[in-house]
Each structure stands twice: as structure tokens, then as C-alpha cells.
């Protein structure tokens, strides 16, 4: 793995000492390990330094002051802020690493021959979710490639699948009705109009160039020929002014389950919601695209997901032109395993991107 691609670390602030900086390290990783708050016994008995349960205590009432932890209720224990966990993620975090055998394994579940795009997006996600153990999401923009060639295979039911070849070998599938008592050889005959016109066109332009004929000539095409055309290129089409994209999401579940409470339950809700816009996927993919490497967002930082106490660990997939062709992730608690993440995120982004490319 290419290290330099991580995120660089912050120095430390000077007014945060070595003492200071364990007990800071200790309490985020025991969080993140239990979500639980940590008192000054437990911390005296795993830290391994000479240092009393009352010197502790000092300690933490410093950092506490200084808006890095905070006590939850009438607990003795503390818990870190969302600053306190930023200044964990620049300056103390130890990053782990990916094995051979990890990275061969999501080099396996991506270059599975045969799989479509849109597969190969989705098995990112569910690729990321199990890895984490939180949710994955994978965000990619919409394609401006030319169609080479356009398949509708009739699957029954008044559906169809619509099987288009892009010019760069990326084959795509999507399910779509068809019109009630439409025969199958207008799905052939639909087939045979636009292959005649693709030469290599983008969707947008070939479904003007339709619409043109068949505004001109609307006799000279079959009905039901025209319907299917139409019905066909509306799931595909989208102007060249349109800011749509694919967002796929897996391990939802994972984020709810351990909801404490009606209000953390609403909040995730919200996430949900606001994850299905698509002024999100684009925040999303700018987020990405201004960093070479990985970025980490603790709660309110990213600026989508408001106080959520959620944490994203987002990352640009980009192509050997170095242009970006989406972004990958993960979403959950702000207790999430950074230290496993960011290198799994680091990874799977880089391999991804290369491979689109």
C-alpha cells in the first residue's frame, strides 16, 4: 500500500504534553472498542505508566476544560468530544494496514468477470460494509461515454432488460416496462433502430437525434416501436446540464444497530434521507475530489449530516489520467475503527479507480 496516500497527520498543540496525549488516546480507543464512558481506575490499570487514579483525574478534568472530553450524565467516566476525536484521528491514530492476503481478496470481489458496472459498484459497497463493519456507500457519476451497441431482451411480465455496451467494453443493465401487449419483435425492432444510430453517440445525443425523427416522420416508425424507444432511453437519458449519478449504499442495518434512544433513531433516519438526494452525491463527490487521499469527517464536519454523531471516511477513485470517476466510503458512529478503515477505504478506492479506468 502506498502510504503517502493516507491522511497526514496534524502536529500535536503544544499545550497537549505526552501525559496528556495517552490518556487522550487511551480514552478514544476504549470508546471505540465499548462506546462506554472510561473512568480513572480503569484508565490507571491499562495505560502501564507510574501514575495514580487521582493524577488521572487531573489529567482529565485538563482535557475536559480543554473541550476534548466530556461526561456523559452523572458518569465518572469520560468520553471524547468530536474535537477531541479529530485531534485523535490527525495526531494520535496508529494506522493498521492491509495484508497481501486482504488485498488480494478485494482484488478478487472486483475484477469478477462479466459483471456489469453497476455490480461491480455494488459489490464495493457490500465489499466495504463487511470489512468495516458499518455502512458502505459508493458514489459514482453519471456516464458520459459513447453507446456502442443496445440490447432489449424481454424478460415478461410487460418488462424488459436494456443491455447497452459502452464504447469503453462497460456493459450496463437496467430493468424497464414495456408498453401493455407489446409483441417481442418490437423489442427487436427497437434493437435494430438504434443500433443503426449510435456510432459511438452519448445517450443524450441519440435520444435527441430520435426524437428528432420521429417528430419528423412519426408515420414511418411502428407504434409500439417508438413507445419502447422512448420508454427505453427515458431510464437512460439525461442532458449533459444533468447533475445525476448512482449511489449505492449497503450495511444500513449496521448503523442501526445500536441505536440508544427515539432521538439517535430520527437522526439516522435524517442521514438516510438526506443520502438519497442528489445534491448529496454531488457534495459527496466533491468532498472527494478535493483531497488526494483519504478524508475523515466527524460529525458536523462534512457539512451534510448536521450533529448526527455520525463519522464518514471518504475517499476518490480516480483513473490513471487522474481524473475522478466517483468516491468511496464508509458511514457510522463517530466510534467507528479509524485506525481499520482508512487503510481499507485507502485501498479499495485506489483499486477501484484503476480499475474504471
Given amino acids: 500500500m502506498k502510504r503517502g496516500l493516507l491522511p497526514v497527520k496534524s502536529p500535536l498543540p503544544p499545550e497537549l504534553d505526552g501525559r496528556s496525549a ?15 464512558p472510561v473512568g480513572s481506575r480503569t484508565l490507571s490499570r491499562r495505560l502501564g505508566l507510574p501514575l495514580s487514579p487521582a493524577t488521572i483525574r487531573n ?11 466530556f ?64 455502512a458502505g456507500l459508493v458514489v459514482a457519476p453519471k456516464g458520459e461515454g459513447g453507446i456502442k451497441h443496445i440490447e432489449f431482451v424481454a424478460l415478461g411480465g410487460n418488462r424488459a432488460l436494456v443491455v447497452l455496451v459502452g464504447t ?22 427497437a434493437a435494430n433502430y438504434l443500433n443503426a444510430r449510435v456510432l459511438g ?69 435524517t442521514l438516510f434521507d438526506r443520502l438519497e438526494t442528489q445534491e448529496t452525491m454531488m457534495r459527496l463527490l466533491e468532498l472527494a475530489e478535493n483531497s488526494a487521499g483519504v478524508r475523515i469527517f466527524i460529525g458536523a464536519e462534512s457539512g451534510l449530516f448536521g450533529a448526527s454523531g455520525m463519522s464518514m471516511v471518504v475517499a476518490p477513485a480516480r483513473n490513471e489520467a487522474n481524473r475522478i470517476v466517483g468516491a468511496i466510503g464508509v458511514i457510522g458512529p463517530t466510534r467507528i475503527n479509524y485506525g481499520r478503515i482508512i487503510p481499507v477505504v485507502d485501498y479499495t478506492a485506489r483499486f477501484l479507480g484503476e480499475m474504471l479506468g
Fill in 201 to 269: 453517440t452519448t445517450l443524450h445525443d441519440l435520444r435527441d437525434r430520435v426524437g428528432a425523427e420521429m417528430t419528423e416522420n412519426q408515420n414511418a416508425l411502428d407504434q409500439l416501436t417508438a413507445e419502447v424507444v422512448e420508454s427505453g432511453l427515458a431510464v437512460w437519458g439525461g442532458g449533459a446540464d444533468e447533475r445525476g449519478g448512482t449511489l449505492i449504499i449497503r450495511g444500513q442495518g449496521k448503523l442501526l444497530a445500536d441505536v440508544d434512544g427515539q432521538e439517535r433513531l430520527l437522526a439516522i433516519q
Fill in 22 to 36: 495517552a490518556i487522550l488516546r487511551e480514552i478514544v480507543e476504549e470508546y471505540v472498542a465499548s462506546g462506554e
Fill in 71 to 134: 461526561s456523559p450524565h452523572t458518569s465518572a467516566g469520560r468520553l471524547p468530544t468530536e474535537k477531541g476525536l479529530r485531534l485523535f484521528v490527525d495526531g494520535l491514530l496508529q494506522f493498521g494496514s492491509l495484508s497481501e492476503e486482504e488485498q488480494a481478496g478485494i482484488g478478487r470481489s472486483l475484477e469478477a468477470r462479466g459483471r456489469s458496472l453497476q455490480e461491480t459498484l455494488t459489490e464495493a459497497s457490500a465489499l466495504l460494509s463487511g470489512m468495516s463493519d458499518a
Fill in 168 to 189: 469503453d467494453g462497460h456493459v450496463e443493465n437496467r430493468v424497464m416496462e414495456t408498453p401493455v401487449g407489446m409483441p417481442p419483435s418490437a423489442l427487436v425492432e
Fill in 59 to 69: 489529567v482529565m478534568a485538563s482535557l475536559t476544560e480543554a473541550g476534548l472530553l
